[in-house]
């Protein structure tokens, strides 16, 4: 089976940086996926990662090694708004997709 | 406009009373697939379907079915629901499998008595 493995709650100020930790231990792996989900609301796509290194996309980075079975989520020029739950997830073949526990993150004034 | 709806969003229910929870999505996708969130777990794949016709289970599938007459449906059934059938579900769909970016319905909570 598969086991992922994030912090539970990260806390930040607005306008740092911050990185969420994924390590995972799955077979056939594919890819890492990271979703953002506001209290109770659906979760939102933000990045995929299959091979090794980093992935930008706006304030928001992924990086993974394959190597290491770990991947980070790292966010810039945080803003309240990002104050959100954070899920990693290991897709393993075309069919599964396992989540992580989730990462709380909580941005202060 | 592509959506992923869920019907109902709220639902409160008794012990053993069956109940249907809808997902259709216009997206022409292949792939769909359910999922409960309970806290501190995190989100758990129910059951998953590669195409019509063709469905899996996931993690936890025990006390659910699913069926894929057609690509823009995929019902989630609880034949005799229990008390730790609790929960806030979701319906997702992604083009091209488990790995492709998945789209979220906006959940279904259930509370079964």
């Known amino acids: 089976g598969q086991s992922l493995e994030q912090p539970s709650e990260v806390t930040a100020v607005e306008g740092a940086i911050v990185q969420i930790n994924c390590t995972y231990q799955?077979?056939?792996?594919?890819?890492l996926s990271w979703y953002q989900q506001h209290d109770g609301g659906a979760p939102t796509f933000l990045s995929y990662?299959?091979?090794?290194g980093l992935e930008e996309t706006g304030r928001f980075s992924s990086f993974l090694s394959r190597s290491d079975s770990y991947g980070y989520l790292l966010l810039q020029e945080l803003q309240m708004k990002d104050s959100a739950s954070y899920f990693c997830?290991?897709?393993?073949?075309?069919?599964?997709?396992?989540f992580g526990k989730g990462t709380m993150l909580l941005v202060s004034p | 406009e592509a959506q992923v709806t869920q019907n109902p969003r709220y639902l409160i229910t008794v012990t053993g009373k069956k109940l249907t929870v809808t997902c259709s999505q216009n997206?022409?996708?292949?792939?769909m697939s359910w999922y409960r969130q309970d806290p501190g777990l995190g989100l758990r794949q129910i059951y998953y379907?590669?195409?019509?016709?063709?469905?899996d289970k996931g993690d936890v599938p025990e006390g659910y079915k699913v069926s894929r007459k057609e690509k823009r449906n995929f019902p989630l059934i609880l034949e005799s629901p229990s008390p730790n059938q609790t929960s806030l579900y979701f319906c997702?769909?992604?083009?091209?499998?488990?790995?492709?970016?998945?789209?979220f319905g906006p959940g279904t909570r259930l509370t079964v008595l």
């Open positions: 997702a769909t992604s083009l091209a499998g488990a790995g492709d970016t998945q789209y």
């Open positions: 799955t077979s056939g792996f594919y890819g």
């Open positions: 990662n299959a091979l090794d």
């Open positions: 997830a290991v897709s393993s073949g075309y069919s599964t997709l396992t």
């Open positions: 997206m022409n996708h292949e792939y």
């Open positions: 379907s590669m195409n019509v016709e063709v469905t």
